[in-house]
């Protein structure tokens, strides 16, 4: 009989040691799907048309945060999100080029500023003034803008059968939906093979592109 009775007591123990640690799974499950709130100031050179923040498991970015709403220059605003604490953010401007940032921990960065330079900072609620507008490009200068899906951080812009050179952008990175000005060397070289290197090292190549015309080219 004792020896039964410890059994029945053992059995009891094991089960009641299941049945415990259901409610830990639960919540575990419940984090998973938890409300997620984020502040999003734009202190960036133009209003922020739409939102997209959905976790990284998703496979497509959901609807846009902000609605029927945009958030202009200097303003913020929060949004929400169901899901785990690892997100993915793109913003769209009103000329449709946008800006990505993947695994973004919403749980540890609850405020993230829209600056430019903000899809590779190291602090994303680092806190600076208002961007200033753009200064109204130099006469001749090439305009180089980034509509590809990631920042570009080297360009080469060489004459025409000649070494690349030096990067033109330095130190420097040229984020998703920015412009770059690259004027000629002097007024007689405005020939120049042109070529811009993507974040993940793809390259895109521009021959014989017209340095001295002042217009504006899209990379993608």
């Keep these: 009989m004792t020896a039964f009775r410890g059994y029945h007591l053992a059995a009891l123990a094991l089960a009641g040691g299941l049945f415990g640690a259901l409610p830990a799974a639960a919540q575990t499950r419940e984090r998973a799907i938890e409300t997620r709130s984020v502040v999003l100031a734009n202190r960036h050179l133009a209003t922020v048309q739409q939102v997209y923040l959905s976790p990284v498991t998703d496979n497509n970015w959901g609807p846009d945060r902000l609605g029927a709403d945009t958030l202009p220059v200097g303003e913020d605003t929060t949004i929400e999100m169901r ?8 913003i769209v401007f009103p000329n449709g080029a946008a800006e990505e940032r993947r695994v973004v ?16 900072a190291e602090e994303l609620d680092e806190e600076g003034p208002v961007a200033a507008l753009p200064a ?6 090439l305009r180089l803008r980034n509509a590809g899906p990631l920042p570009i951080v080297e360009i080469y812009a060489a004459p025409p059968g000649t070494p690349r050179g030096e990067d033109r952008l330095g130190a420097d990175t040229l984020p998703i939906g920015e412009i770059f000005e690259i004027e000629p060397p002097d007024p007689d070289a405005c020939a120049a093979d042109l070529v811009a290197v993507f974040r993940d090292g793809r390259e895109v190549a521009r021959a014989g592109v017209d340095l001295c015309t002042g217009e504006e080219i899209e990379i993608r």
């Design 83 to 90: 899901g785990g604490c690892e997100a993915d953010l793109r």
């Design 105 to 120: 921990d919403v749980c540890e960065t609850t405020r993230i500023v829209l600056r430019p330079g903000w899809t590779v």
């Design 136 to 141: 109204e490009p130099a006469a001749g200068a």
